[in-house]
């Protein structure tokens, strides 16, 4: 069987009709006023899961983070947490902290003094304390940096501390809204992986907002896509991109090329499409969509080769012109336009240093693709 499962091989809770979730959004609706930021949404997290919701600025992910927080009460519906409903608990009393966009760390207390400072407020004997504060420093390793004050420190570093800070009190679940949003790629990309193995070392239940696909397929479990305060899919990363259920998800995550057309032949399973223009795209796996039923046939650049003659093997194979050329670097990319006029986007990955079929401006060329290659999308 092949797969499109998790990264952490033996965790996949969701696929275990036993297992119990850990966090339950039931039918939430939220209004602000007329407007409907969170519409009647149902979701489900376990425990020790990294958990990202992930959309466009507005669509109501940090609504959702701040009711589960307790910051917000849901205008309907319910959040359990460890099937206890957590209406009108307090968020000081929830097993729940929040690291802010913006760390807002003290500016005056040193390093081992805002992490500290949770601790001090519950009224944590001292002892205890410092010694939290010593274990804290060396997970996110910034023990040489305890007496410094936040504008002594880089961003990443100030990112660190409001780790520590948040992850200090032991909450069972950590919220995160956009946690890597102040710094720059390079940074982000390993910080993204030291939360990994933080989340990991600790065993705890992470929630991240995030507007960054990449950044919530690197780290979670599972993502959530919402739009307009509704759920579209939730899935594994591998999941959301190698079969989404939509066309809205396809778009989201990743570039994607979409052919329009109807089912030509076939019941289920293995069928053509009629694309129009001449086009027929042999698909192995058309699910539920049987004859004459409108579908869109969605493919990844990088699933489609770019050839100057007609490649003999290949089942689907659309001629066109090479329209334009990006070279990247690992990859090159390039776009097609077919005879229809419909341009088509395909990736090459550039593992010699000299390609032995070159592609210029202009050339005719064949774009090619094996019938397990795409997806075909009824919604
Ligand atoms: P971003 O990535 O920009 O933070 P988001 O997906 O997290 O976006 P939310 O902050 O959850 O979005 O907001 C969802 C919608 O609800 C937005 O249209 C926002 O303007 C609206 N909204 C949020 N809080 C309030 C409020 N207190 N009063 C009125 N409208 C609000």
């Known amino acids: 069987m092949k797969s499109l499962g998790s990264i952490r091989r033996d965790f996949a809770p969701w696929n275990d009709p036993d297992a119990k979730p850990y966090i339950q959004f039931e039918n939430v609706t939220k209004k602000f006023g007329d407007f409907t930021a969170v519409n009647n949404l149902s979701l489900t997290i376990f425990e020790r899961e990294f958990f990202a919701l992930l959309g466009a600025s507005g669509c109501g992910k940090s609504t959702l983070l701040r009711m589960l927080a307790g910051f917000e009460e849901p205008t309907a519906g319910r959040i359990l947490l460890d099937g206890q409903d957590l209406r009108g608990i307090p968020p000081y009393r929830r097993p729940v902290n929040m690291m802010f966009q913006s760390y807002a760390l003290f500016p005056h207390m040193t390093v081992e003094n805002n992490i500290a400072f949770g601790l001090k407020q519950e009224g944590m004997p001292t002892p205890d304390i410092e010694k939290r504060v010593a274990e804290m420093l060396k997970l996110v390793k910034l023990e040489q940096f305890a007496k410094r004050k936040p504008h002594q420190l880089s961003g990443g570093q100030r990112q660190r501390v409001a780790l520590a800070r948040s992850v200090a009190k032991r909450p069972k679940v950590l919220l995160l809204d956009e946690p890597l949003g102040a710094l720059d790629k390079k940074l982000r990309e390993e910080t993204q992986f030291e939360l990994m193995d933080l989340q990991q070392n600790l065993g705890l239940t992470f929630v991240v907002v995030t507007h960054d696909q990449e950044e ?47 089912i030509a032949r076939g019941e289920t399973g293995p069928a053509s499409i009629d694309a129009g223009n001449g086009i027929t795209i042999q698909t192995d796996n058309a699910g539920n969509a049987t004859a004459g039923a409108a579908v869109t046939f969605a493919i990844r650049p990088e699933k489609i080769k770019v050839s100057s003659k007609k490649p003999q093997e290949a089942v689907n194979a659309i001629e066109g012109e090479v329209y334009d050329i990006a070279y990247l670097g690992d990859m090159t990319v390039y776009h097609v336009r077919l005879d229809d006029g419909q341009v088509v986007r395909a990736s090459t990955m550039n593992a010699a240093r000299v390609t032995e079929d070159p592609l210029t401006w202009n050339d005719r060329a064949w774009v090619s693709f094996r019938p397990d290659a795409g997806v075909v999308l009824t919604r």
């Open 216 to 262: 919530a397929m690197t780290m979670a479990d599972r993502i959530a896509i919402i739009d307009k305060g509704e759920v579209m899919q939730v899935a594994t990363p591998a999941e959301v991109y190698e079969a989404p259920g939509s066309r809205f998800v396809a778009g989201f995550v990743g570039n994607v090329n979409m052919f329009e057309g109807k």
